[in-house]
């Protein structure tokens, strides 16, 4: 039961604040010899895999580290480019870790923006009148739970499926909102929050909704 | 509990089938419009959802819910989508939204070689069905309000 991670949108649908609670990393480290049976691609300035899924090393995955030391984007820790390497049999028998690929803060920003239209999009298509956005996503890894303030701030959550009582940790987030951020004089609205309370007590908040479950009423 | 309409997509976007049963309020753009932004937004939220997940996904992107309905999703391998819109009392119903494709899109479409894939749905007998077996349901009532 965890919360992975907190994203803070402004009114524009610009990222303001991320935290990464918890990352849950599915990796399989193998050790390989010439030549290598999964075909590799370029695609992002990373290199994922395209075909070959086998022993926990699935279609997407990204090369993470080479014989334990780990890869800059497209180029080994040396410098040097990463399909290049392992095109050469010289190289083997090497050691590729594989994963899911983490999140540049580029693409947390670009999916901040895209979760911001997608809301306002659930808005309109609703069959019903007054409906809201979109407060709640559910996958089978994780659920998304959306607060939106009367202000256009939404606070985004996301956590394990069974995790409980995030509603009043939405809450108690805008709370700390208000008190570290807002309060802050030398914060300005809509920009990014860099503010050290508001960190400490953002992950102080994040720890008892894990523990307890739920928050009590007005703490 | 109700449900206020149903969409079912292709693999390419095309609209094959549309019906409401509650609907409130509609979209305030015309109907070719509104299925493009519902497939679009589905895209966009399967892309969105498996960049964000932090463990490799089976199933996916299985429903949202706003303050007053809840989306329902299910896709198949062959990229048919079924989104069902119900209201939220309702819990996980992937097993309906399969059996609406199994029983009755591939027995009496797809099996139907009078049926054209790729277009809107034409067949009565699909049409009648699915309704006789969305009002079945135990989540559906039939109260008009």
Known sequence: MAIFSVYVVNKAGGLIYQLDSYAPRAEAEKTFSYPLDLLLKLHDDRVLVAFGQRDGIRVGHAVLAINGMDVNGKYTAEGREVLEYLGSPANYPVSIRFGRPRLTSNEKLMLASMFHSLFAIGSQLSPEQGSSGIEMLETDTFKLHCYQTLTGIKFVVLADPRQAGIDSLLRKIYEIYSDYA????????????????????????????????????GS | MTVHNLYLFDRNGVCLHYSEWHRKKQAGIPKEEEYKLMYGMLFSIRSFVSKMSPLDMKDGFLAFQTSRYKLHYYETPTGIKVVMNTDLGVGPIRDVLHHIYSALYVELVVKNPLCPLGQTVQSELFRSRLDSYIRSLPFFSARAG
């Open chain 1, 182 to 217: 807002l309060k802050n004089p030398f914060y300005s609205l809509e920009m990014p929050i860099r503010c050290e309370l508001f960190d400490q007590n953002l992950k102080l908040a994040l720890e008892v909704a894990e523990k307890a479950g739920t928050f009590g009423p």
